[in-house]
């Protein structure tokens, strides 16, 4: 990372690999050897303030004079801008002598366009250290720094393994979790092509007969559009996943389908009632307040009585569906015969970053991550209001059916309820 021959250095690396602390440490170095303007970006506000600048503050020590204000003050007279790249306009700012660019690989190629233009400084060409995890062959950053062609890149790679200061099996617990496409990428850090590659059809093995289950749950993973010929919306998906007694998994349904809000709503009531309160029911909590406020509508007024939750995934999709990719390619995730198999199998064989559509993969992530950890209990106790109210869904399905938009709304929630 102390490379200077070059305007554009990439640190890719595997998680833990020590990228943040290696960039961290350019910029020390440099910002006391070389008086002047220096840039430290992040993806968001928080990595900066959890992460990157402490990681800094640590290093520099009283080689800091003062911090505030997003500028961190050095002993030798530079300034340090700290930028956050949620929106890539952020990029714009002074001119820079050098600048750090952490978990570069989670930014468009809007905000790195825009940066490159600000390094010069004083009549000098300046400098740029991206550190980040690649993210497949086809993304901007491995046209960057994964191309040999190019005179002004030079790029340094590290696995997980290589940081000595990882706990002793740190990696090889992770590794268990992830596919081998997958470890390549997250922690041999290796430019590698994931679309289509994280899971096979051949993995999931399909069986005409259910095996004895420990816990069950439905959880649903929402969309709200019809497609009308011109577009080509996500999907609302359904997994009924089961936990088997001897520890493998079982997609035992899928309900698949493009609806209106109250579309959705009556089919999570339908599939709710017909599942039993035996199930769990999962949902997709969406970030902010009408995130909550739909779990909240669901939990108050339409599943009363049913063991409902909305869940708040973490990580995006690829790394959620890990434990699910790891377990097929161990030959231990089964898939109950039915008329939806073909359509889901060929969604896992597409699965990845680039994929068009991806609901019913992360609707069966999310059952499992949902169930490894606790094993839900399905049974739970409800009032006397609440039977009535269950009793009542039968009579709101059958008259929601007549409410809903249109005759294709209409026609496709009938199928679902086949």
Same mark, same amino acid.
């Given at each position: 990372?102390?490379?200077?021959?070059?305007?554009?250095?990439?640190?890719?690396?595997?998680?833990?690999?020590?990228?943040?602390?290696?960039?961290?440490?350019?910029?020390?170095?440099?910002?006391?050897?070389?008086?002047?303007?220096?840039?430290?970006?992040?993806?968001?506000?928080?990595?900066?303030?959890?992460?990157?600048?402490?990681?800094?503050?640590?290093?520099?020590?009283?080689?800091?004079?003062?911090?505030?204000?997003?500028?961190?003050?050095? %002993?030798?007279?530079?300034?340090?801008?700290?930028?956050?790249?949620?929106?890539?306009?952020?990029?714009?700012?002074?001119?820079?002598? *050098?600048?750090?660019?952490?978990?570069?690989?989670? #930014?468009?190629?809007?905000?790195?366009?825009?940066?490159?233009?600000?390094?010069?400084?004083?009549?000098?060409?300046?400098?740029?250290?991206?550190?980040?995890?690649?993210?497949?062959?086809?993304?901007?950053?491995?046209?960057?720094?994964?191309?040999?062609?190019?005179?002004?890149?030079? #790029?340094?790679?590290?696995?997980?393994?290589?940081?000595?200061?990882?706990?002793?099996?740190?990696?090889?617990? %992770?590794?268990?979790?992830?596919?081998?496409?997958?470890?390549?990428?997250?922690?041999?850090?290796?430019?590698?092509?994931?679309?289509?590659?994280?899971?096979?059809?051949?993995?999931?093995?399909?069986?005409?007969?259910?095996?004895?289950?420990?816990?069950?749950?439905?959880?649903?993973?929402?969309?709200?559009?019809?497609?009308?010929?011109?577009?080509?919306?996500?999907?609302?998906?359904?997994?009924?996943?089961?936990?088997?007694?001897?520890?493998?998994?079982?997609?035992?349904?899928?309900?698949?389908?493009?609806?209106?809000?109250?579309?959705?709503?009556?089919?999570?009531?339908?599939?709710?009632?017909?599942?039993?309160?035996?199930?769990?029911?999962?949902?997709?909590?969406?970030? *902010?307040?009408?995130?909550?406020?739909?779990?909240?509508?669901?939990?108050?007024?339409?599943?009363? *009585?049913?063991?409902?939750?909305?869940?708040?995934?973490?990580?995006?999709?690829?790394?959620?569906?890990?434990?699910?990719?790891?377990?097929?390619?161990?030959?231990?995730?089964?898939?109950?015969?039915?008329?939806?198999?073909?359509?889901?199998?060929?969604?896992?064989?597409?699965?990845?970053?680039?994929?068009?559509?991806?609901?019913?993969?992360?609707?069966?992530?999310?059952?499992?991550? #949902?169930?490894?950890?606790?094993?839900?209990?399905?049974?739970?106790?409800?009032?006397?209001?609440?039977?009535?109210?269950?009793?009542?869904?039968?009579?709101?399905?059958?008259?929601?059916?007549?409410?809903?938009?249109?005759?294709?709304?209409?026609?496709?929630?009938?199928?679902?309820?086949?």
């Amino acid at each position: 990372m102390n490379e200077r021959s070059v305007p554009y250095i990439g640190f890719v690396g595997g998680v833990g690999s020590g990228k943040s602390f290696a960039s961290a440490m350019k910029l020390w170095k440099w910002s006391m050897l070389e008086k002047g303007v220096y840039g430290m970006y992040a993806p968001q506000f928080k990595h900066l303030d959890r992460v990157l600048i402490p990681i800094f503050l640590k290093l520099a020590g009283s080689h800091v004079k003062n911090q505030k204000d997003g500028c961190i003050d050095m %002993i030798s007279g530079s300034r340090i801008w700290t930028y956050s790249l949620e929106d890539e306009e952020s990029a714009r700012g002074p001119s820079l002598r *050098g600048a750090i660019w952490d978990e570069a690989s989670l #930014c468009k190629q809007k905000a790195f366009d825009i940066l490159i233009a600000r390094l010069r400084y004083e009549g000098k060409q300046g400098w740029l250290a991206c550190s980040f995890t690649p993210k497949g062959l086809q993304h901007w950053t491995a046209e960057v720094f994964n191309n040999p062609d190019r005179t002004d890149v030079k #790029c340094f790679h590290a696995t997980s393994q290589q940081n000595p200061f990882n706990p002793p099996d740190f990696v090889s617990t %992770i590794r268990r979790q992830y596919t081998k496409a997958f470890s390549q990428q997250e922690l041999d850090g290796k430019f590698v092509t994931l679309g289509g590659s994280l899971m096979r059809r051949e993995w999931f093995k399909v069986v005409t007969e259910t095996p004895p289950l420990f816990s069950v749950m439905r959880y649903w993973d929402m969309a709200s559009t019809l497609a009308d010929g011109n577009n080509d919306p996500d999907w609302t998906a359904g997994a009924k996943v089961g936990r088997t007694k001897d520890g493998r998994w079982i997609i035992l349904d899928m309900r698949h389908a493009r609806l209106t809000p109250g579309g959705n709503e009556m089919l999570v009531q339908y599939t709710t009632q017909e599942d039993g309160r035996g199930v769990a029911v999962g949902m997709e909590e969406e970030g *902010g307040a009408s995130g909550k406020s739909l779990i909240d509508h669901y939990r108050r007024n339409l599943l009363v *009585g049913y063991n409902f939750r909305g869940y708040r995934p973490t990580g995006d999709k690829a790394v959620r569906a890990m434990p699910l990719a790891a377990a097929a390619e161990a030959g231990n995730v089964l898939v109950l015969q039915g008329a939806w198999n073909k359509d889901l199998l060929d969604e896992v064989e597409s699965f990845g970053p680039d994929c068009p559509h991806d609901d019913q993969v992360d609707a069966i992530s999310g059952a499992v991550n #949902c169930l490894a950890p606790r094993f839900i209990k399905p049974s739970v106790g409800f009032g006397m209001d609440s039977v009535e109210r269950i009793t009542e869904l039968d009579y709101k399905i059958r008259e929601g059916l007549n409410a809903l938009g249109s005759d294709e709304e209409r026609a496709e929630m009938q199928r679902m309820m086949v």
